[in-house]
């Protein structure tokens, strides 16, 4: 009997150090996220996609559901800030962003009313549209990602063939 309750106390200290050990790594692993209060778009909008460049800059695309556009999202200097985005249609979205610096990147999505990608880019402080190669009659852009300044991949659906784009 002595046997089983030093066994049990053994075995209660072993857990007890375990969780202890747990809670402070999990602590350190975890313990590092805030809450940064978003900018005002409109009073319908998510966020698709987040690409910083530095720890104190970052930018996030999305849809904007009240005004019909992509959301295009600046973070600098702690703040959140709302970008407006170049005029693409009277209905589309973004899916993506990817900057290979802090001056140059692009974002991609879908032009609802027109039923094609989009693709914006970012050059010197300004948001352009660019116009993409036509791939059907139905077809939007998913994600994007750069492997150098000069070389980039963009992926999405195309939907009147049923296949990856």
Do not use: C
Not at 23 to 46: D, I, N
Not at 75 to 93: A, E, H, L, R
Not at 134 to 157: C, I, K, M, Q, Y
């Amino acid at each position: 009997m002595a046997n089983e309750v030093g066994s049990l106390k053994k075995r209660f200290i072993i857990l007890l150090i375990s969780f202890s050990i747990f809670f402070v790594l999990s602590t350190f692993v975890y313990g590092k996220w805030s809450s940064v209060p978003p900018p005002h778009v409109s009073m319908s909008w998510v966020s698709n996609s987040v690409h910083f460049t530095s720890s104190g800059e970052g930018w996030a695309v999305g849809i904007d559901y009240q005004n019909h556009r992509g959301a295009l999202l600046h973070y600098s200097g702690g703040i959140w800030s709302s970008v407006t985005p170049p005029s693409v249609s009277p209905d589309w979205k973004l899916n993506s962003v990817y900057f290979t610096s802090s001056g140059e990147g692009w974002a991609v999505g879908g032009d609802n009313a027109n039923r094609k990608g989009i693709l914006l880019h970012y050059s010197s402080g300004i948001w352009s549209s660019v116009t993409p190669p036509s791939v059907s009659p139905d077809w939007r852009l998913n994600s994007v990602h750069f492997t150098s300044p000069g070389e980039g991949w963009a992926v999405g659906a195309d939907d009147a063939n049923g296949t990856g784009v």
